[in-house]
């Protein structure tokens, strides 16, 4: 369980982003973690992470403080952030030189994941477009096997097929062990493969629930349900 626990965090220039947040994630689903621009969802995946320290609250893997970056949370949680630049080199020597802190990392099924995006091993980091080190990138994530992988706008820089086979990849990858989390203003990308929703705006959970509760007839509409929610909080203002 991934536990997020009266958590207040502020940057020394914007002022609190999150004001006494709780939220757990469960493994054995796909979460689409959604709100409005300046919501804090990047933040907070960076919270997850440990890679940011809350003024107060906790973050907890398993009841293990995520923020004290011990091997036993470090090694088991994965972030995809929306922007990051790869180092121009090989895939086989940046499988070398990473791949060592994972210890359930798995050569085979990075290959395999590499296929689902029509992408090979035999690569080299620094000639690839934005879309295609987004698909590399993500391949090596997914391979390390950690049970927790967070994920920032995806979607970005993939054209049409790529945005499909990104679906694929995400069913194909996820386990009963496994959380994965989906920060993305483009719910249409990736609603059909989500399975819970996480909605908040002002540190106010604005829905918490699986995408069938929301959707019985199977009719899934992600956006429309979001401009509903935001337009319902703005109204009692």
């Known amino acids: 369980m991934l536990e997020i626990d009266n958590l207040t965090f502020a940057y020394k220039k914007s002022g609190n982003i999150f004001e006494k947040f709780s939220a757990n ?51 088991d949680i994965f972030i995809v952030p929306d922007e ?8 086989s020597e940046y499988i070398r030189v990473n791949s060592v ?15 689902v995006f029509g992408m090979n091993e035999d690569v080299n980091l620094g000639n690839l477009s934005l ?8 391949s090596f994530a997914m391979a390390t096997h950690t049970r927790v992988l967070l994920m920032d706008e995806p979607t970005n ?20 062990d496994s959380i994965f989390v989906v920060s993305t203003h483009q719910v249409k990308d ?5 399975e819970h929703i996480v909605m908040f705006d002002d540190s106010e959970i604005l829905a918490n629930a699986d995408i069938k509760s929301i959707f019985p007839d199977g009719n ?4 429309r349900f979001f401009n509903e929610r935001i337009n319902q909080k703005m109204a009692q203002q």
Do not use: W
Not at 101 to 115: H, N, Q
Not at 163 to 172: M, Y
């Open 25 to 75: 994630f469960a493994p054995g689903h796909i979460y689409g973690l959604l709100g409005p621009n300046g919501a804090g969802k990047s933040t907070l995946l960076y919270l997850m992470a440990g890679l940011l320290r809350p003024q107060s609250g906790l973050v907890m893997l398993d009841g293990c403080d995520v923020r004290k970056r011990r091997p036993e949370t470090t090694t």
């Open 84 to 91: 990051y630049e790869l180092p121009r080199v090989s895939l």
């Open 190 to 194: 990736i609603e059909q493969v989500l």
């Open 220 to 223: 899934v509409d992600l956006e």
């Open 131 to 138: 879309g295609q080190g987004k698909k590399v990138y993500m």
């Open 157 to 176: 820089g993939l054209d049409i097929p790529g945005k499909a086979q990104f679906r694929q990849f995400l069913s194909e990858g996820h386990t009963s």
């Open 101 to 115: 802190f994972y210890p359930r990392f798995s050569y085979d099924d990075l290959k395999r994941y590499l296929s």
